[in-house]
């Protein structure tokens, strides 16, 4: 029903930059939140940065004023600008949305995009 993909993960030297973008498509009402996790080896999941409709953003605190997170409302996408890249944010990072799907809107769901890799490393 619903996909997000992912896309702009690789490999890039300390103190580098990427762009990770995820697109949500299927059957989608409307999309409350939208937001990247990342998990790395032997870790759990985490929050990096989330934005709601209002535009409202929260940031983990290991990544403030180093990434930024975007949202294209018309086309359902999610960008997030990584700067000043560090080892310790190599992991695979996934997008997440909440949103209502077109048949049920009343009801909320949670998405999960498959998730792309980040190596930072000289």
């Known amino acids: 029903q619903v996909q997000l993909v992912e896309s702009g993960g690789g490999l890039v030297q300390p103190g580098g930059s990427l762009r990770l973008s995820c697109e949500a498509s299927?059957?989608?009402?409307?999309?409350?939140?939208m937001g990247w996790y990342r998990q790395a080896p032997g870790k759990q999941r985490e929050l990096v940065a989330r934005?709601?409709?209002?535009?409202?953003?929260n940031y983990a605190d290991s990544v403030k004023g180093r990434f930024a997170i975007s949202r294209d409302y018309a086309e359902n996408t999610v960008r997030l600008q990584m700067n000043s890249l560090k080892p310790e944010d190599t992991a695979v990072y996934y997008c997440n949305a909440d949103l209502r799907l077109t048949q049920r809107p009343e009801y909320g769901h949670t998405y999960w995009g498959q998730g792309t890799q980040v190596t930072v490393s000289s």
């Open positions: 934005i709601t409709t209002d535009g409202s953003t």
């Open positions: 299927g059957s989608i009402f409307s999309i409350d939140a």
